[in-house]
């Protein structure tokens, strides 16, 4: 797996790793914070977070294109700058105020346009190193593992942000509840009903708030969670210092692939020289790829969105049984650890090492039953602490999807890039398709009106569905950048690398639809919808396979 790899893969990988780190756990409570703070609806609130996401993912088509002309390294470390900026200005507590709001979506703006300069131009110098013959037929694996690098960033962010808010809001005295903000909002808006000023005193009275009356508490908790919030952003800006560490410390690593194709020609290295009709055919091939995956980040990105609203207001927020163990960090990094020790083993040459490997994997799994011993019988759960299972199930996972894809391989019957992209939307709409049917009989959005649902599903459902949604980000993700990396023209690839992230950020945007629909539809309504939308992605793939797979030739 991570064999004969060249070594300037690790570096980056791993400078991904903690500017992903901070990214996730941002967007882990992003939301939520909006909402609280503002008070702002579900469908305001999830476009605010659709176009935020837009952003992100579309700033790397300018930021590819000035790299193809002044170097990707120089776009990185200036992307670098002006990401920490964005967090730093994010992680400044303010009031609910013009002032507020304009700082807000300042942070947002610098944090979309840093990104937009390092995330695509640092995976282009990850494919820059498999253009090297020694390491070509290695690409695909390369990116899974870039990939599962950067979800190891992203399952510590949840319990990151999560342990960041707890704590602030218990130096005030009180604790998360979801039900709360909203109430609050009401009381100080005045529409408040008497059933649910009775919930919020309730709720009121088993915090340590000396007896305040509802608008002050209400005033106060919305001040102190948005403040907790603030800080859990600020975790983002020390992640990028350790990044930037790494970055320079390794830079020799993988220096020769920050090259692009002028200075490619300034210092009179050979690149391949492409035929306008072989440029024109990979950028078709390209453009009809991008136009796929534009509905599968559409439906993916529902997690920070519809999906955590659903965590929220229609999941249980207690876990029970062996789903208590998904909902401990530790438990969870033991797990993941373990499927590489365990497959380690199997690979083994030698005796002694498969032994030592063995032993490791029982101890792994000790670890973890001990921590499930050890836990009280039922788990109190967050809305964000759901978002820590796709990355979770992309670290475990990558070594079984590398395993069967490399099983294929040597047998002459791996499926090629766009194949696997295209299966990997059927298996998106069966992850909606859990969803849709954990849905079944529970009220609909309009008819809670802002407050928690009076039945709550098991948690099974919502993690299910995102092992399910997992196997498709698998099949479609890293091996879409992959796609990319091989077959963009050399004049183009920051260009090429950009426009991935621009199909991905009309995707994102298209993520408010769903939200836009919430209070209008009822839930199965809106899973559905997404079925429909993957099904006819993958229909579209697969009706143009020959003509994508005649390109990568």
Not at 335 to 354: G, K
Not at 402 to 421: D, T
Request: with cysteine.
């Amino acid at each position: 797996m991570f064999k004969n790899q060249p070594k300037g893969l690790f570096a980056l990988a791993l400078a991904n790793t903690g500017e992903r780190f901070g990214y996730y756990t941002m967007l882990a409570i992003f939301l939520l914070f909006i909402q609280a703070k503002f008070g702002f609806s579900a469908a305001v609130a999830t476009q605010i977070y659709s176009i935020f996401l837009a952003a992100v993912y579309f700033m790397p088509l300018f930021g590819g294109i000035l790299a193809d002309r002044i170097g990707y390294g120089k776009c990185v470390t200036l992307g670098i700058v002006v990401m920490f900026a964005g967090y730093l200005c994010l992680s400044i507590p303010t009031g609910a105020d013009v002032i507020g709001k304009t700082l807000m979506f300042g942070a947002l703006a610098l944090i979309a346009v840093g990104t937009g300069l390092f995330k695509g131009n640092l995976q282009v110098m990850v494919g820059n190193l498999y253009d090297d013959p020694k390491y070509a037929s290695k690409r695909d694996a390369a990116f899974s593992l870039f990939y599962m690098a950067i979800n190891i960033g992203a399952m510590f962010a949840p319990s990151a942000a999560k342990s960041v808010t707890n704590f602030f809001l218990g130096k005030s005295g009180l604790f998360y509840d979801a039900n709360i903000p909203s109430l609050a909002h009401q009381c100080l808006d005045g529409t408040i009903s008497a059933e649910n000023a009775a919930k919020l005193s309730e709720l009121a009275s088993q915090m340590s708030v000396n007896g305040m009356d509802m608008t002050a508490f209400s005033q106060f908790y919305i001040e102190k969670l948005s403040a907790a919030y603030n800080y859990g952003f600020a975790v983002a800006c020390v992640s990028l210092l350790i990044s930037v560490a790494i970055y320079y410390g390794c830079r020799s690593w993988f220096k020769h692939a920050d090259v692009n194709s002028v200075q490619a020609k300034a210092a009179h290295v050979e690149e391949v020289e492409l035929t306008p009709a072989q440029t024109k055919s990979r950028i078709t091939a390209l453009l009809l790829v991008f136009a796929v995956v534009v509905f599968f980040w559409m439906a993916f990105h529902q997690n920070g969105a519809t999906m955590t609203i659903f965590a929220r207001d229609y999941t249980s927020n207690l876990a029970e049984g062996f789903t208590r163990i998904g909902f401990n960090i530790w438990s969870l990094v033991l797990i993941a650890i373990s499927v590489y020790t365990l497959f380690s083993t199997f690979q083994a040459t030698v005796a002694r090492t498969r032994v030592i490997l063995g032993i490791i994997t029982l101890a792994l799994w000790g670890g973890v039953a001990a921590i499930y011993l050890s836990m009280p019988a039922e788990v109190s759960i967050q809305p964000s602490d759901f978002q820590q299972f796709n990355p979770f199930f992309v670290v475990a996972l990558t070594p079984v999807s590398l395993a069967i894809f490399g099983a294929l391989a040597s047998k002459g019957k791996e499926p090629s890039a766009p194949r696997k992209i295209g299966f990997g939307m059927l298996v998106a709409a069966a992850g909606f398709l859990i969803l849709t049917v954990g849905s079944m009989g529970l009220a609909s959005p309009k008819e809670l009106g802002g407050t928690v649902s009076d039945v709550l599903v098991s948690p099974n459902w919502l993690i299910s569905t995102y092992l399910v949604l997992t196997f498709a980000e698998l099949l479609l993700s890293p091996m879409g950048i992959s796609f990319v990396s091989k077959v963009a023209p050399p004049k183009y690839k920051g260009a090429m690398m950009g426009c991935w992230f621009a199909a991905t950020a009309i995707g994102n945007y298209l993520v408010s639809i769903p939200g836009l629909l919430w209070d209008k539809l009822p839930l199965w309504g809106i899973w559905t919808l997404l079925i429909a939308l993957c099904l006819l992605s993958a229909l579209f793939i697969f009706a143009i396979m020959k003509k994508l797979e005649t390109a990568t030739k």
